[in-house]
């Protein structure tokens, strides 16, 4: 991972140092190239608002890769409307497992400017992509949302619902992430929508741990949740009117297994099922099962 010159402020041989004290198998550097300043170097306090946010506006972010006997690479990755510091870095991971520069199980040393780390100069951590974070990325399971820390709230609160259950009971439950517009044609509710007539701030997974709980209660009534690719609670208790005639089921699949099929095969939405058998959480896309989780 040696390089030739320094960047955010410290010597790529610190860089390299702390690459190898933590056992980092690549170092990614993430700069806004549209900041004129030069932000990499004359390291100082700042004061409290001295920095202005300007990801409102187009651009994009230049990423460096170093990586042990091989070339360092460097590309642009343009601006999404994602504006938290954690999606950002996740949508910016999901890019390099996109473009093979990272795999699974790889350790990363990520050096970000003061445009990402806002009133610090520089912020440095170390990131795994772990077999969540690389299925994400290599199957592109995010394309549609407005960040990837989406799915992972979904995933995370699927698999506490797999592992506790409820009430002592195993619960099986079914998560819809798409366009609502898309979905409203093959949806209809079972009951009365728990989530009608809520602030959608108030609904946001993403943004509101509280939610969990209510999601884990919800998560006991038949039917499925569905969700925005903005990550905000659209329905729960909601029943899939799809056609499965034509899916051939796998041994121990069950009607949700086949609606998580059918509805991601008709619609660019993403499905993660609950299995109440075992509490394995499993993600369909394109009509296929793409990952099972424990």
């Not at 040696?2 to 056992?23: D, F, P, R, W």
């Not at 990801?55 to 690479?73: F, L, M, W």
């Not at 951590?125 to 969540?132: G, I, K």
Request: aromatic share 8%; proline share 1%; hydrophobic share 40%.
């Amino acid at each position: 991972m040696e390089t030739e010159e320094s960047i955010v402020g410290l010597s790529l041989e610190t860089l390299n140092q702390l690459a190898h004290e933590i056992k980092a198998d690549c170092i990614v550097t993430v700069s806004d190239q549209d900041d004129n300043a030069d932000i990499w170097m004359d390291i100082e306090v700042l004061k409290e608002g001295e920095i202005e946010d300007d990801r409102e506006d187009e651009g994009s972010y230049t990423i460096q890769v170093y990586r042990e006997e091989k070339n360092p690479v460097e590309y642009l990755f343009k601006k999404t409307k994602t504006r938290q510091f954690d999606g950002i870095i996740a949508e910016i991971v999901s890019d390099l497992i996109k473009k093979s520069y990272v795999t699974q199980n790889m350790k990363l040393l990520i050096a970000t400017d003061r445009t990402l780390a806002k009133k610090y100069n520089v912020a440095l951590f170390a990131f795994d992509v772990n077999r969540v974070l690389y299925r994400i990325g290599k199957f592109n399971l995010a394309e549609n949302m407005n960040s990837e820390t989406v799915i992972e709230s979904v995933i995370e609160v699927a698999q506490e619902i797999g592992a506790e259950g409820r009430e002592g009971k195993q619960v099986g439950t079914l998560f819809v992430i798409g366009e609502p517009k898309e979905l409203e044609h093959y949806t209809k509710q079972l009951i009365m929508n728990p989530f009608h007539g809520y602030d959608k701030d108030l609904l946001n997974i993403v943004h509101n741990d509280n939610l969990k709980e209510t999601i884990k209660n919800f998560a006991q009534l038949d039917g499925a949740f569905t969700i925005n690719n903005d990550g905000d609670l659209l329905s729960a208790g909601t029943y899939l009117d799809v056609d499965t005639s034509n899916i051939k089921p796998y041994q121990g699949w069950g009607t949700k297994h086949l609606a998580a099929t059918a509805i991601t095969k008709i619609t660019s939405s993403v499905a993660i099922l609950v299995s109440e058998s075992g509490g394995a959480v499993k993600i369909f896309k394109n009509g296929k099962l793409v990952l099972r989780l424990r």
